[in-house]
């Protein structure tokens, strides 16, 4: 059971790191900058699993809370 525990943790600290990256990436901030809860970050990312999948999620973050995204109208973001 622990070890099961153990890792979902792993898993879920992965997940947000990756959401981190993203964020970091496209809008200067981490999670922990943002003030995130795993909670925060499982609703952005649902069951992300590509780097698109992240990207798309830190940039709706970003459009919730009006925050500017690196070269948003660029590269087709």
């Keep these: 059971m622990s070890e099961l525990?153990?890792?979902?943790?792993?898993?879920?600290?992965?997940?947000?790191?990756?959401?981190?990256?993203?964020?970091?990436?496209?809008?200067l901030i981490t999670v922990e900058d943002a003030g995130m809860s795993d909670a925060d970050v499982d609703n952005y990312i649902g069951d992300a699993q590509s780097a698109q999948d992240y990207q798309q999620a830190a940039i709706a973050y970003a459009d919730d809370y009006d925050l500017d995204v690196v070269g948003r109208g660029w590269f087709g973001i």
């Design 5 to 27: 525990l153990e890792g979902n943790a792993m898993a879920q600290a992965g997940r947000r790191q990756r959401f981190s990256e993203a964020l970091q990436r496209l809008c």
